[in-house]
């Protein structure tokens, strides 16, 4: 193993570990000791942003073929350390098993499509009236990335390969809860797929670090996933700042089930959209909204898939959910069910345990005036509310300020289509799950879930570059 238990990890920057004075331990799951892992400050935090920069500007001479031809290489590497990679993931993040290998699968994926990158970067020719003009994509500089806990590992690896494909150097600030899994391993990636080490720098720490990152003049776009208060005083400074910024926030996304849906795959699906990874997922299911003639038979089928999910520590047993990241989530999640019964709502599975290692909950009898409806859990808590016909469900969801994702469930191609035109979301599924995206599809938010921007696609390259216009008079 290159990092195992009890490894020591220093901020990595300049191509280099690098001591600090400030050391944090990372416990996992079980409370276990896994590493010690030291904290940057806000000087060293500029002081490796201004070593990417240097490191940026050879990188950036290189052609955009050449480039992509080299990360390529990223999958491999990632696949050659994915036992490791899996045992971080389960450890120190508390994914399952099967999480935590869809993880790694999916961050090669991401590699795989940035790899593909180039013609949308390379120079394109045309002619106006009497001008030759050319359009080349020029990258940014230095692209500060900050990642939550909740998808470490992908999260990080969807910004970084099309930042480096595009020509760009990258400074990342992890979780502090999942500094490892979340960047520290990264460069041990980059090592083994013959990239230069100094594009990445790694910068574990808190708030003020996470400022310099938004504010240093090096850098050109910082890309944030995370809450969206956070994500409001990140796009602030960014703005101040002038800098491009890509904003993926909160959600409270509606799963939408009418009378004519398959109710068992609704159900199904209902179940992964929200308590896969402990609904600690930015696109799971927020809002169970069920129509009448099929609320009983939807509710029995979901309570009944959900009561079945095998919740333990995943470093150790074969199970459907592991734990909530930390006590703070705990208290949060277990509140928000707490006040949202005493307000009223049903009870259909329970109990509410106070436990990192908490069961599913499924609240019936859900209304407007209950947490559970207004706040985001991003926890193993669902609420059900029914609804009468498809005018009813399009009042109750116009009044929501999210708009990251929906599933919506029915057999009929017009209804589907009248709902997905309706809602302001930026994805719309149909008998679907809500938690599911790829590389080559744009991942974007609306309102309080984002400011618009695409974390994949082609469209993500508005985040990387600067489109340069050169123009040549022939008359």
């Given at each position: 193993?290159?990092a195992?238990?009890?490894?020591?990890?220093?901020?990595?920057?300049?191509?280099a570990?690098?001591r600090?004075?400030?050391?944090?331990?990372?416990?996992?799951?079980?409370?276990?000791?896994?590493?010690?892992?030291?904290?940057?400050?806000?000087?060293?935090?500029?002081?490796?942003?201004?070593?990417?920069?240097?490191?940026?500007?050879?990188?950036?001479?290189?052609?955009a073929?050449?480039?992509?031809?080299?990360i390529?290489?990223?999958?491999?590497?990632?696949?050659?350390?994915?036992?490791?990679?899996v045992?971080?993931?389960?450890?120190?993040?508390?994914?399952?098993?099967?999480?935590?290998?869809?993880?790694?699968?999916?961050a090669?994926?991401?590699?795989?499509?940035?790899?593909?990158?180039?013609?949308?970067?390379?120079?394109?020719?045309?002619?106006?009236?009497?001008?030759?003009?050319s359009?080349?994509?020029?990258?940014?500089?230095?692209?500060?990335?900050?990642?939550?806990?909740?998808?470490?590992?992908?999260?990080?690896?969807?910004c970084?390969?099309?930042?480096?494909?595009?020509?760009?150097?990258?400074?990342?600030?992890?979780?502090?809860?999942?500094?490892?899994?979340g960047?520290?391993?990264?460069?041990?990636?980059?090592?083994?797929?013959?990239?230069?080490?100094?594009?990445?720098?790694?910068?574990?720490g808190?708030?003020?670090?996470?400022?310099?990152?938004?504010?240093?003049?090096?850098?050109?776009?910082?890309?944030?996933?995370?809450?969206?208060?956070?994500?409001?005083?990140?796009?602030?400074?960014?703005?101040?700042?002038?800098?491009?910024?890509?904003?993926?926030?909160?959600?409270?996304?509606?799963?939408?089930?009418?009378?004519?849906a398959?109710?068992?795959h609704?159900?199904?699906?209902?179940?992964?959209?929200?308590?896969?990874?402990?609904?600690?997922?930015?696109?799971?299911?927020?809002?169970?909204?069920?129509e009448?003639?099929?609320?009983?038979?939807?509710?029995?089928?979901?309570?009944?898939?959900?009561?079945?999910?095998i919740?333990?520590d995943?470093?150790?047993?074969?199970?459907?959910?592991?734990p909530?990241?930390?006590?703070?989530?705990?208290?949060?999640?277990?509140?928000?069910?707490?006040?949202s019964?005493?307000?009223?709502?049903?009870?259909?599975l329970?109990?509410v345990?106070r436990?990192?290692?908490?069961?599913?909950?499924?609240?019936?009898?859900?209304?407007?005036?209950?947490?559970?409806?207004?706040?985001?859990?991003?926890?193993?808590?669902?609420?059900?509310?029914?609804?009468?016909?498809?005018?009813?469900?399009?009042?109750?969801?116009?009044?929501?300020?999210?708009?990251?994702?929906?599933?919506?469930?029915?057999?009929?191609?017009?209804?589907?289509?009248?709902?997905?035109?309706?809602?302001?979301?930026?994805?719309?599924?149909?008998?679907?799950?809500?938690?599911?995206?790829?590389p080559?599809?744009?991942?974007?938010?609306?309102?309080e879930?984002?400011?618009?921007?695409?974390?994949?696609?082609?469209?993500?390259?508005?985040?990387?570059?600067?489109?340069?216009?050169?123009?040549?008079?022939?008359?």
């Open positions: 193993m290159t195992g238990v009890g490894t020591e990890f220093g901020v990595f920057a300049d191509g570990w690098q600090t004075t400030e050391r944090r331990e990372i416990h996992g799951v079980a409370g276990e000791r896994l590493a010690t892992v030291a904290i940057a400050d806000s000087a060293q935090a500029a002081s490796g942003i201004a070593a990417s920069a240097q490191h940026q500007r050879r990188w950036g001479e290189v052609s073929q050449e480039r992509c031809a080299a390529a290489g990223l999958e491999r590497a990632i696949e050659a350390h994915r036992e490791e990679l045992f971080w993931l389960t450890r120190e993040a508390g994914a399952t098993r099967a999480k935590a290998e869809r993880e790694v699968a999916a090669k994926a991401e590699v795989r499509f940035a790899a593909t990158l180039a013609p949308y970067i390379e120079r394109t020719v045309s002619t106006s009236g009497d001008r030759d003009q359009v080349d994509l020029r990258p940014v500089g230095v692209v500060s990335v900050i990642t939550p806990f909740n998808a470490p590992l992908v999260l990080a690896m969807r970084l390969a099309p930042a480096l494909a595009a020509g760009n150097s990258v400074v990342l600030k992890p979780d502090p809860r999942t500094p490892v899994s960047g520290l391993l990264l460069p041990y990636i980059l090592r083994a797929a013959g990239l230069p080490s100094g594009l990445l720098t790694v910068l574990p808190d708030a003020a670090v996470g400022e310099v990152l938004c504010e240093h003049p090096a850098v050109g776009s910082v890309l944030f996933t995370g809450s969206t208060p956070v994500g409001r005083r990140v796009g602030a400074l960014a703005g101040a700042n002038l800098k491009k910024c890509g904003l993926e926030l909160g959600g409270k996304n509606p799963f939408i089930v009418f009378a004519d398959d109710v068992e609704a159900a199904a699906c209902a179940v992964r959209s929200g308590f896969l990874h402990s609904g600690q997922i930015c696109m799971a299911a927020g809002r169970y909204l069920v009448e003639q099929v609320l009983d038979d939807f509710s029995a089928a979901f309570v009944d898939r959900a009561a079945r999910l919740v333990g995943p470093a150790v047993d074969d199970v459907d959910m592991g909530l990241i930390d006590e703070s989530s705990v208290d949060r999640v277990a509140t928000i069910a707490e006040e019964i005493l307000a009223g709502a049903e009870l259909l329970g109990p345990i436990s990192r290692f908490m069961r599913p909950v499924v609240l019936g009898g859900v209304d407007a005036s209950m947490p559970i409806w207004n706040q985001e859990v991003f926890g193993p808590v669902a609420g059900i509310r029914s609804f009468a016909g498809i005018s009813q469900l399009l009042e109750f969801e116009a009044r929501s300020p999210f708009g990251l994702v929906a599933s919506v469930h029915t057999s009929s191609t017009d209804t589907a289509a009248a709902v997905a035109n309706s809602l302001r979301c930026g994805t719309v599924r149909v008998n679907d799950v809500t938690n599911h995206d790829a080559d599809t744009p991942m974007t938010g609306w309102g879930s984002g400011n618009g921007t695409a974390f994949g696609s082609p469209h993500m390259l508005n985040l990387l570059t600067n489109p340069r216009l050169e123009t040549r008079w022939t008359g």
